[in-house]
């Protein structure tokens, strides 16, 4: 009966170590599915092993004879779910690796039909009426077979081991001591068949693998979680079955909220209105509800919502699925808070630069098509108003002083702008002298916006240009009810033109054809020169390159020109 005992006690070990891998996991990777196929198939080879020196011990002759077959089958199907396991753990993806998968399972199949044979004539072995066990010759070259795929399993392991990085070294020696215990109890079993060589050889390579591959991955598993724990406001376990709640890691003013007796749906109420801000509290308790979260998570792997603590600014949270039932939804979930307010912010800011014009410090024009959007979707009041607003006199000031007076120009427009607007309202930077504002203002304090940007214009002065004049387009909702904001805008440009056009008239500039006429002038003269007397300062308007020599009279001020001439 001794056979039998470490048959008996084979089990019991292995159903220890064990035990989470042998049902079978229909959800796990590729590696530990195989594994759990691996450690069914030998518990099958333990209990047909213990069974068979019971029915030897009592010469139960049919019972010994059906068992000797679930005894070599189960040997089979270790062998060849062991050449998956691993191949499929050391990431053999070339020939070599199929070809010792394909090996093991063809292997196994064969051993199963010649078991079928050997019940009309005896190749693989017989019981004796008086309960002899008597071996035959398939059953030592099945035996050498699996001799010879565990040699494969164990020259293949150590050329992987060698290969490795330090990391994974010692789970690779492993793997090659799994297998080189497996060979040495085949090899043994061959030796004496009345011996439970293979069951201890197996025993002790599942113990092996268990400590320190499966034990290890573990280890590792809570590195990462830890190393995640670091990096959160809080960690915690929900099983959504039982409704209970483990922290992992923890905040001080989120432990003191779950730190209570509540069933988890009732905690996570709890800190939620503890902990959030008044504005994303409602939202923030539907995302939480943990009744409903199995549903809301079917088929996925993560959700996540980003809200404001009272105590954290900004946080994200997520709950990810870490067990999920037959449906595909999640009965565990890990529930994790991270405090963003700091990204946040950065994002803000980046937003905010990606909508604000650099040269002036306005909206830029992308900020101004979005809020257009906004306006062409909602309805506008009668206080609304829109202004579209150009610059009189950049283009020669551009060309007479400089592209730097443009600018000083440009940003002066701008101050004056926001100074007048900005409490009513948004000023856009749409194109290089053109402006928009958007505002609300009754009718009195229209006009007396008006003219506060007149008499804001009326005092500006910069150290480049000495004035600053606009010209611009208002128009109000209250006086097109029926026109949509492009209608508005439009409205507004035709304004603004006018209003140009009056100041030009006023000024006395006649702005049509100046391109001609200076292309005419051009034509007509070969020097033409435009002069400040005030500083004897002048700009050359056309002159050809060779006439700007000092030889020909040319010179950085006019007096000493004109006593060249």
């Known amino acids: ?80 779910y062991l050449c998956d396991y691993v191949t499929y753990y050391l990431h053999i993806k070339s020939g070599f690796g199929k070809f010792i998968r394909i090996f ?67 789970r690779y020696f492993t793997i090659f001591s799994f297998c080189s215990v497996m060979l040495i109890a085949v090899v043994l079993q061959i030796q004496d068949p009345l011996l439970p060589t293979y069951t201890v050889g197996l025993l002790i390579g599942c113990a092996i693998n268990h400590t320190f591959v499966n034990e290890g991955a573990k280890e590792e598993q809570y590195r990462v979680l830890q190393s995640m724990a670091d990096i959160h406001y809080s960690m915690h376990t929900i099983d959504l079955a039982k409704d209970t709640v483990e922290e992992l890691s923890a905040e001080a003013d989120v432990k003191m909220q779950v730190n209570r007796n509540d069933n988890a749906s009732e905690l996570m109420k709890s800190t939620m209105k503890a902990l959030i801000v008044e504005e994303y509290l409602e939202a923030a308790l539907e995302f939480t509800d943990l009744p409903t979260l199995s549903e809301r998570m079917r088929g996925k792997k993560t959700i996540s919502m980003q809200m404001v603590g009272r105590n954290t600014g900004w946080v994200q949270a997520m709950f990810i699925a870490i067990e999920t039932d037959p449906y595909n939804k999640p009965t565990k979930v890990i529930f994790t808070t991270r ?47 829109y202004a579209s607003i150009d610059v009189n006199g950049l283009k020669i ?24 607007f900005g409490s009513y309202g948004k000023v856009f930077r749409t194109g290089g002298d053109e402006f928009v504002s958007i505002f609300f203002a009754n009718k009195g304090q229209l006009e007396a916006i008006k003219d506060d940007l007149e008499q804001a214009t009326d005092k500006w002065s910069g150290k480049l240009v ?27 440009d035709e304004r603004m033109y006018q209003a140009k056009t009056a100041y030009y008239a006023k000024k006395g500039v006649d702005r049509r ?11 007509l003269y070969t020097k033409i020169l435009k002069i400040n007397i005030t500083d004897d300062t002048y700009n050359i308007v056309n002159m050809d390159v060779s006439e ?11 007096r000493v020109a004109h006593r060249l001439w």
């Open 397 to 420: 000031v551009n060309d007479e002083i400089g592209h730097a007076a443009g600018d000083e120009l440009i940003k002066g427009a701008a101050d004056c702008m926001k100074e007048v």
């Open 513 to 523: 054809g100046q391109a001609a006429a200076n292309t005419a002038l051009c034509n």
């Open 104 to 170: 093991g399972r063809t292997f196994a199949i064969l051993e199963m039909a010649l078991l079928v044979v050997n019940h009309f004539v005896h190749i693989f072995f017989w019981i004796h009426p008086d309960g002899t066990y008597q071996a035959f010759i398939y059953r030592y070259i099945a035996l050498y077979m699996q001799v010879f795929l565990c040699l494969l399993l164990a020259i293949q392991t150590g050329i992987v081991m060698i290969k490795a990085a330090s990391g994974m070294r010692k």
């Open 339 to 385: 405090v963003i307010d700091e990204e946040k912010k950065n994002e803000e800011m980046l937003v905010k630069k990606s909508m604000i014009d650099e040269l002036t410090g306005l909206y830029n024009r992308r900020a101004y098509e979005e809020d257009i959007l906004e306006y062409s979707d909602n309805s506008m009041g009668d206080d609304f108003v």
């Open 548 to 558: 700007q020599t000092s030889e020909k009279g040319f010179a950085d001020n006019i």
């Open 1 to 80: 009966m001794y056979y039998s005992a470490i048959g008996m006690i084979a089990i019991v070990l292995h159903v220890i170590m064990n035990h989470k891998f042998i049902r079978i996991n229909k959800n796990g990777d590729k590696v530990n599915r195989t594994y759990g196929k691996f450690v069914f198939a030998s518990l099958l080879y333990f209990a047909s092993d213990a069974l068979w020196g019971i029915f030897d011990s009592f010469k139960i002759v049919a019972f010994l004879y059906a068992d000797t077959i679930l005894y070599y089958i189960s040997m089979a199907l270790t062998i060849a």
């Open 466 to 492: 000495s004035s600053l004049a606009l010209s611009v387009g208002y128009v109000t909702k209250k006086e097109c009810k029926e026109e949509t904001i492009l209608d508005i805008a439009k409205i507004a």
